[in-house]
């Protein structure tokens, strides 16, 4: 029974497309996440939502719009896709927003040509 | 602003090695330390969460250290296996409210040798 989920796993788009990720967890979590992992493997935070409000927006370009319709699902749009966004994205959730394990999705890798 | 260091960013050990990774931070205001396990093309799985008030946690193999003070954590896996090959994340949590986000090291890339 999968805990964190995201789909797709794998997405291959040309640079100024519009694509979307999607996530959800069935661990009735109230926070999730998202975060990015580079080239070089180092993961950094995008965004953070708890009980479907955005608390952590780090400096990300604004073609990113995350979107949390319920507190189970956690969607990243992007707009106009640049070769710069290629990396591997992660949906996370956990219980709440401070000091709780963080449980991750498979990851999407989003390869942007 | 926080930052995790974890060196080497490689290690390759014969199985039956006991061995321990290093990671430190430059604030030693968090409120909490994880380690995670990162398996090629797969996501992160928590392994341990140590509390800025603990001093250790204990799982199985696994012993993890917190020396808050100094802004370091050591993880200690004991006996390694082959199948203990993976990249291993240190994570530290900022305390609660506007820096309560988890900071990643780049990870440590082991390998156990049969």
């Known amino acids: 029974d999968t805990a964190v989920s995201q789909t797709p796993k794998y997405l291959v788009t040309q640079m100024g497309n519009d694509k979307s990720i999607k996530c959800e967890q069935n661990?009735?979590?109230?926070?999730m996440y998202w975060y990015k992992q580079d080239s070089k493997k180092f993961l950094k935070i995008m965004f953070s939502?708890?009980?479907?409000?955005?608390?952590i927006n780090e400096t990300v370009p604004n073609r990113f719009s995350p979107k949390s319709p319920d507190k189970a699902h956690l969607n990243l749009h992007i707009n106009s896709l640049e070769l710069g966004d290629s990396a591997v994205y992660f949906c996370?959730?956990?219980?709440?927003?401070?000091?709780?394990?963080?449980?991750f999705g498979p990851g999407t890798r989003l390869t942007v040509t | 602003k926080q930052e995790v260091t974890q060196i080497p960013a490689a290690l390759s050990v014969p199985e039956g090695e006991n061995l321990v990774l290093n990671c430190s931070f430059t604030?030693?205001?968090?409120?909490?330390l994880q380690w995670f396990r990162q398996d090629p093309g797969k996501g992160l799985t928590s392994l341990l969460l140590?509390?800025?008030?603990?001093r250790e946690q204990t799982s199985g193999r696994l012993n993890a250290s917190l020396d808050k003070s100094s802004g370091r954590s050591t993880l200690y896996i004991a006996a390694s296996q082959p199948g203990d090959s993976a990249t291993y994340l240190c994570?530290?949590?900022?305390?609660?409210?506007?820096?309560?986000?988890?900071?990643f090291g780049k990870g440590i890339t082991l390998s156990v040798r049969p």
């Open positions: 996370a959730s956990s219980q709440g927003p401070t000091g709780y394990w963080q449980y």
């Open positions: 661990l009735g979590h109230d926070t």
């Open positions: 939502y708890n009980n479907k409000e955005l608390i």
């Open positions: 604030d030693s205001a968090i409120y909490n």
């Open positions: 140590i509390q800025s008030s603990q």
């Open positions: 994570a530290v949590s900022g305390i609660p409210g506007a820096n309560s986000k988890l900071t």
